[in-house]
């Protein structure tokens, strides 16, 4: 495991800044502990620095993984955020999108959330935000990019697609799944 670069780092956050705006510093500085990201196999781990020492003594090609993984580089050199993230990202989200019980399902098989299906949306929402979803009952659901800003959501058609999927807690049930 190694420090992101200089380059890296600037690509993660400007990512993580599109779901949690200014609220990175709370991520890395908490009251718990200090935390920080690591990268290992193109892979963005959040791990405390307690834990992080403690890795330091395993050989690299022997570790598999140490904290959370955050998400991805792709080869592109773009960085994909994976669904192991939203539970520590979901408190900080500074735009969110509420989805009726009716398109909960929808959205967890990996569809685009229409007009008809959207519950709530914070206010200031601005098109192509990204956003943390959630059902009526608070509980985060995954991840999207606002396919219309507020204003725009109001006076939509109800079949007008207002947020994109980008990932969501039903990849686990997927992958349990593949794996019976």
């Not at 090609?61 to 955020?81: A, E, Q």
């Not at 192991?84 to 500074?94: E, I």
């Not at 009726?100 to 959207?118: C, D, I, M, P, R």
């Amino acid at each position: 495991m190694r420090p992101l670069t200089e380059e890296e780092t600037k690509i993660f956050f400007e990512k993580l800044s599109k779901y949690i705006g200014d609220n990175i510093k709370q991520l890395v500085e908490r009251s718990d502990g200090s935390y920080c990201f690591r990268l290992h196999r193109e892979r963005v781990y959040y791990v405390s620095e307690r834990i992080m020492k403690q890795g330091a003594n395993i050989a690299r090609d022997h570790l598999i993984s140490l904290g959370t993984c955050f998400g991805k580089f792709t080869k592109t050199k773009k960085f994909r955020l994976h669904i192991t993230s939203l539970d520590f990202l979901a408190p900080y989200a500074t735009h969110k999108v509420w989805l009726k019980n009716s398109a909960e399902q929808q959205f967890l098989y990996g569809h685009n959330v229409s007009k008809s299906g959207l519950g709530r949306i914070t206010e200031d929402t601005d098109k192509y935000q990204g956003v943390v979803v959630y059902n009526m009952n608070d509980l985060p659901l995954g991840f999207g990019v606002a396919a219309r800003s507020t204003a725009e959501c109001r006076h939509a058609d109800p079949l007008t697609v207002v947020c994109f999927h980008q990932a969501d807690i039903g990849e686990y049930i997927q992958i349990g799944r593949a794996l019976v």
